[in-house]
């Protein structure tokens, strides 16, 4: 597997509180990579706290398990800390998406609960975004997809800061043409964050070479 380039950015968005997080983990004895976003969803500085154990537990859990064991292994890690008599974290499950990147796996695999998105773009110019807004948000159902990783150019990972603010056509092209992944992250971000109301957070995985346009005379 080509060693994936990765871009991150974050964006407070009109919030008081940065409550999305992320976690990028690159596995030291195998060709794998796991990547999470996660959105604690209320505005409240424990609900930091929240996220970032969300993301971190997830993309841990994804190197050894499957990406939906992840997740609820996040869920199951936020909500013992959120016990009453453990601490004062605030009573909500973050929402989270989780992909593992496997160079001896054909698959890209993903899980998600709630309002964190996964899009794909091909080299072909093809955007796809894989992961279901019906799943409801901040519960322990989780729902899984898998995908040939053949062809893929792009992955992002985000918090809906930026897919509730940015349509897929522009998350799509900013994957396809922007170039340099730590510049695509950063363009989402800050345009949804600039825009919107919410906190934007973008993790980029460049597969492959970024398709170029052809030029016109």
């Known amino acids: 597997m080509h060693q994936p380039v990765i871009?991150?950015?974050?964006?407070?968005?009109?919030?008081k509180h940065?409550?999305?997080?992320?976690?990028?983990?690159?596995?030291?004895?195998?060709?794998?990579?796991?990547?999470s976003v996660a959105d604690a969803l209320v505005d409240h500085p424990g609900a930091a706290l929240t996220a970032q154990?969300?993301?971190?537990?997830?993309?841990?859990?994804?190197?050894?398990?499957?990406?939906?064991?992840?997740?609820?292994?996040?869920?199951?890690?936020?909500?013992?800390?959120?016990?009453p008599a453990k601490?004062?974290?605030?009573?909500?499950?973050?929402?989270?998406?989780?992909?593992?990147?496997?160079?001896?796996?054909?698959?890209?695999r993903i899980a998600w609960s709630g309002c964190c998105w996964a899009y794909a773009v091909t080299q072909a110019g093809s955007i796809h975004r894989l992961t279901d807004p019906s799943t409801p948000q901040?519960?322990?159902r989780i729902a899984t997809r898998s995908v040939p990783r053949t062809g893929?150019?792009?992955?992002?990972?985000?918090?809906?800061?930026?897919?509730?603010?940015?349509?897929?056509?522009?998350?799509?092209?900013?994957?396809?043409?922007?170039?340099?992944p730590r510049?695509?992250?950063?363009?989402?971000a800050h345009k949804a964050?600039?825009?919107?109301?919410?906190?934007a957070t973008a993790v980029v995985v460049q597969l492959l070479t970024p398709h170029t346009p052809k030029e016109t005379s």
């Open 87 to 108: 601490g004062s974290l605030p009573q909500t499950q973050p929402a989270i998406v989780t992909a593992v990147i496997d160079g001896r796996h054909p698959l890209l």
């Open 18 to 35: 940065l409550v999305d997080a992320y976690a990028v983990i690159q596995d030291p004895l195998a060709p794998r990579l796991a990547v």
């Open 7 to 15: 871009g991150i950015a974050q964006n407070y968005g009109n919030r």
């Open 138 to 140: 901040g519960t322990p």
């Open 152 to 180: 893929i150019q792009s992955l992002l990972l985000c918090s809906d800061g930026v897919s509730s603010t940015l349509c897929d056509t522009a998350i799509g092209l900013s994957l396809l043409y922007d170039g340099d």
């Open 193 to 199: 964050g600039d825009r919107g109301p919410d906190n």
């Open 53 to 83: 154990l969300g993301a971190h537990t997830a993309a841990t859990a994804a190197l050894t398990y499957s990406p939906d064991q992840a997740c609820a292994a996040a869920h199951d890690r936020c909500a013992d800390l959120q016990h």
């Open 183 to 188: 510049q695509v992250a950063a363009h989402l």
